[in-house]
């Protein structure tokens, strides 16, 4: 019976484990409980990915109301992949980052850190299962409030600042969400993903849908890091926890961009996308940001903050490859979702050793570290080059899936402005390899020894996700294939 | 345009609009949580209006009453209204914290206090 | 304020009226207009009056800020406990229908334990949320 309980267990597991840690004292049992949670929910992320494989989309009617009278969380190939990723890093940031947590949060708040980074996990997790857009609401807010206690938890005072500054423009973008969904709820009645569908064609040219589409997209556009409204994001990223940076990183964008796919392409549908001309803006913002970020992140000092600002240009190819809304391009669109948490959560990861045996993660703290921590720099080098693109690596099939998207639509200089911004990823991420393996480290700073093995294990599951999917890409690329028919087969 | 009967619309954007503005340009960072609770609002009276059904009572049935108005948006923005306690309890604790740090809640006084370092 | 004796009797007098009051938004919720989020509301009121007037330290010794932390976790594990054992009785996650013979007291009794849930972490979140912006000075 335990497999049609399936959906709900992935949002109840870490939801029940999240008071416990807050009881619990000390560090250890938080960290237990919290390790135990995240392997069992990525059990259950694997069970719900077979049952999917093999039945197709699967529909939960929470406390016993069919949809869409009651709430319902549906699950398919688009969900599955993005939980994946999700309780994938999940599992990994929390077995690897047991050191850098000691080092970065106090002892005294060590059981509310774990019980924040749980209720985080059950918000994104809440938000990729949930069919209800009200419900997806609470579970914004769920995972966006923790998010912001867990930034605010950062050692350097001005995380204080990051955290109030993601608040504010986080609360506004939600608030957004809000009056969009209202908009809604009075053109059809009904808050059901699926049943809005279906009444929203009738009154799709009516001024009150095309209000209700612009608030929603400006809203998570807010939380996915688009490029005008996007300043948050680098100084949450750069100031957070090293561990919650690497977590943040290659989820919570991530899950914003799920949202999106599943408003625009599901409820709105394609006639509207394109005739209300936002697949043309959206993939002008896509451009911007791989060319803008990508160039400000070269004159980063900063390592956490450079690779912040080249996650804002990752997600400008995720953004263009959407906006095509095209079959390859939503199938590039999914894949680079899924590879691109694989990346930033390694490259992270491996910055978070960084931080802890060096200290800091400036440019210069990186110098000689691939003598002291061999295996911590290769697996930066590694998830570094998958970043750039280079084939064996998930960065290259993710290169392969968006090129081909720009060609099926013709896009020659698109597919050239994807190729320079690649350059542009060398230029920024060359520089840190070079410093790690042939400068030699300032001889009056204190000895740096290898991270320990937790951390390793942690960061070697990322980079051989890299290593692997890269390899056999076949479970992702055909998870995002069948996304993209889902999404796309469903538009009128 | 029929004023009087979309009254309630009217107010909410103005409330939309003046906490907007609020957020956007005020210096001081407490003032700017306040305008973030009048935005808020501004979205609670919007799901409320939307619920009133004209001549419908409160949802709870009784005797003779035909017409009832729709509960669901007044649910729903109930737990927006618990949303919107949490966040702001969270942003003043933040602000607490910020003054404890930088000793102010201006921003640009802060933000002279960053460059000087 | 231990000089105000008439503030201390009226809030004396007040008192148990604020925590009735809080019990009857609580139990009343699933008949007519109230529910856990009012209750706790309002019974946090009580409390954060009892510290107003009678102080700080006084209403720590009552409330505890370490017991509030833990009745505010339970709030949560029995919200969501009750749905656990809708999953446990082989029907979906909060379905109330299986908790008593009929599906009637079954609703009954299931929003009755959610609601008293919301209000044990609402009032606790409450009163906490008050002593930690009250306790700043000390």
Same mark, same amino acid.
């Given at each position: 019976m335990i497999s049609a309980q399936l959906p709900i267990l992935q949002v109840l597991l870490p939801l029940l484990a999240a008071p416990l840690c807050a009881i619990l004292r000390g560090r250890a049992l938080p960290h237990a409980l919290s390790v135990g949670t995240?392997? $069992?929910?990525?059990?259950?992320?694997?069970?719900?990915?077979?049952?999917v494989e093999s039945t197709g989309t699967i529909s939960?009617?929470?406390? /016993?109301?069919?949809?869409?009278?009651?709430?319902?969380?549906?699950?398919?190939?688009?969900?599955?992949?993005?939980?994946?990723?999700?309780?994938?890093?999940a599992a990994a940031v929390l077995v690897g980052g047991g050191a850098s947590i000691v080092r970065e949060i106090e002892a005294t708040r060590a059981p509310l850190f774990y019980a924040l980074f749980l209720l985080n996990l059950t918000g994104l997790t809440g938000m990729v299962l949930t069919g209800d857009l009200f419900n997806l609401f609470v579970f914004l807010e769920i995972s966006s409030l923790s998010t912001y206690v867990?930034?605010?938890?950062?050692?350097?005072?001005?995380?204080?600042?990051?955290?109030?500054?993601?608040?504010?423009?986080?609360?506004?973008?939600?608030?957004?969400?809000?009056? %969009? @969904?209202?908009?809604?709820?009075?053109?059809?009645?009904?808050?059901?993903?699926?049943?809005?569908?279906?009444?929203?064609? /009738?009154?799709?040219?009516?001024?009150?849908?095309?209000?209700?589409?612009?608030?929603?997209?400006?809203?998570?556009?807010?939380?996915?890091?688009?490029?005008?409204?996007?300043?948050?994001?680098?100084?949450?990223y750069a100031r957070a926890p090293s561990v919650v940076s690497a977590f943040l990183a290659a989820t919570s964008t991530k899950?914003? @961009?799920?949202?999106?796919?599943?408003?625009?392409?599901?409820?709105?549908?394609?006639?509207?996308?394109?005739?209300?001309?936002?697949?043309?803006?959206?993939?002008?913002?896509?451009?911007?940001?791989?060319?803008?970020?990508?160039?400000?992140?070269?004159?980063?000092?900063?390592?956490?903050?450079?690779?912040?600002?080249?996650?804002?240009?990752?997600?400008?190819?995720?953004?263009?490859?959407? /906006?095509?809304?095209?079959?390859? %391009?939503?199938?590039?669109?999914?894949?680079? $979702?899924?590879?691109?948490? $694989?990346?930033?959560?390694?490259?992270?990861?491996?910055?978070?050793?960084?931080?802890?045996?060096?200290?800091r993660t400036r440019r210069t703290d990186l110098d000689g570290l691939g003598q002291a921590m061999p295996l911590t720099m290769l697996g930066f080098t590694l998830a570094g080059l998958s970043l750039i693109g280079v084939p064996g690596t998930v960065g290259f099939i993710s290169k392969w899936y968006l090129l081909e998207a720009a060609f099926d639509r013709d896009g020659f200089i698109i597919a050239a402005i994807i190729l320079g911004s690649s350059l542009l990823a060398i230029l920024y991420v060359w520089p840190l390899v070079e410093r790690a393996y042939f400068r030699k480290r300032d001889p009056a700073l204190p000895p740096v020894e290898e991270a320990p093995l937790p951390m390793l294990i942690g960061i070697w599951l990322l980079v051989g996700a890299n290593l692997l999917f890269g390899v056999w890409p076949d479970l992702a690329t055909g998870l995002a294939e069948r996304s993209a028919l889902l999404l796309l087969g469903g538009a009128r | 345009m029929d004023f009087p009967g979309l009254f309630n619309y009217w107010v909410v954007m103005v409330l939309m609009m003046i906490g907007l503005y609020i957020v956007i340009s005020d210096r001081n960072l407490v003032k700017k949580i306040v305008g973030l609770n009048i935005f808020q609002v501004s979205v609670f009276v919007f799901y409320i209006t939307m619920g009133k059904v004209d001549g419908g009572t409160a949802p709870i049935i009784g005797e003779g009453i035909e017409v009832y108005s729709n509960p669901l948006p007044h649910v729903l923005i109930l737990t927006a209204i618990v949303v919107g306690i949490a966040t702001t309890a969270l942003a003043l604790a933040l602000l607490v914290r910020i003054q404890d740090e930088f000793g102010s809640v201006d921003e640009d006084a802060i933000q002279k206090l960053e460059s000087r370092q | 304020?231990?000089?105000?004796?008439?503030?201390?009797?009226?809030?004396?007098?007040?008192?148990?009226?604020?925590?009735?009051?809080?019990?009857?938004?609580?139990?009343?919720?699933?008949?007519?207009?109230? *529910?856990?989020?009012?209750?706790?509301?309002?019974?946090?009121?009580?409390?954060?009056?009892?510290?107003?007037?009678?102080?700080?330290?006084?209403?720590?010794?009552?409330?505890?800020?370490?017991?509030?932390?833990?009745?505010?976790?339970? *709030?949560?594990?029995?919200?969501?406990?009750?749905?656990?054992? *809708?999953?446990?009785? *082989?029907?979906?996650?909060?379905?109330?229908d299986v908790l008593a013979e009929d599906a009637h007291s079954g609703q009954h009794l299931g929003i009755l334990l959610v609601e008293l849930g919301v209000g044990l972490t609402v009032s606790a979140a409450m009163t906490l949320i008050f002593f930690l912006f009250a306790g700043q000075e000390q």
């Open positions: 995240v392997l $069992l929910s990525l059990l259950v992320t694997v069970g719900l990915l077979i049952r939960y009617a929470i406390g /016993g109301w069919p949809p869409p009278i009651g709430i319902e969380y549906r699950v398919d190939q688009l969900s599955v992949i993005v939980l994946l990723i999700i309780q994938g890093v867990l930034v605010a938890l950062g050692t350097d005072r001005r995380a204080l600042l990051a955290a109030y500054q993601y608040l504010v423009i986080g609360t506004v973008g939600a608030t957004f969400y809000v009056i %969009g @969904v209202g908009l809604l709820y009075m053109m059809t009645g009904t808050l059901n993903m699926a049943d809005l569908a279906d009444r929203v064609a /009738g009154v799709e040219e009516s001024t009150t849908i095309r209000t209700a589409f612009a608030f929603m997209i400006i809203g998570i556009g807010v939380k996915l890091g688009m490029m005008p409204v996007h300043f948050w994001l680098p100084n949450a899950v914003a @961009v799920y949202i999106m796919l599943r408003v625009v392409f599901e409820i709105f549908g394609v006639p509207m996308f394109l005739a209300t001309h936002l697949s043309e803006i959206i993939i002008g913002l896509g451009i911007l940001a791989m060319v803008v970020a990508s160039v400000t992140a070269i004159f980063q000092d900063d390592v956490k903050r450079l690779l912040a600002y080249s996650s804002l240009a990752q997600i400008g190819y995720i953004l263009f490859a959407f /906006g095509l809304a095209t079959e390859p %391009g939503v199938t590039a669109s999914v894949l680079h $979702l899924f590879n691109h948490g $694989l990346m930033k959560g390694a490259l992270f990861l491996a910055l978070a050793a960084v931080a802890l045996r060096a200290g | - | 304020m231990h000089d105000h004796i008439i503030l201390r009797v009226i809030t004396k007098l007040l008192m148990p009226f604020i925590f009735l009051f809080a019990l009857y938004v609580q139990f009343h919720g699933d008949y007519g207009p109230g *529910g856990g989020f009012q209750a706790g509301v309002i019974f946090a009121t009580g409390l954060i009056l009892y510290a107003l007037i009678f102080g700080l330290r006084s209403a720590k010794k009552v409330t505890p800020p370490r017991v509030l932390r833990v009745q505010l976790a339970l *709030g949560v594990l029995l919200y969501a406990g009750v749905g656990v054992v *809708g999953i446990m009785s *082989g029907a979906e996650y909060l379905n109330y």
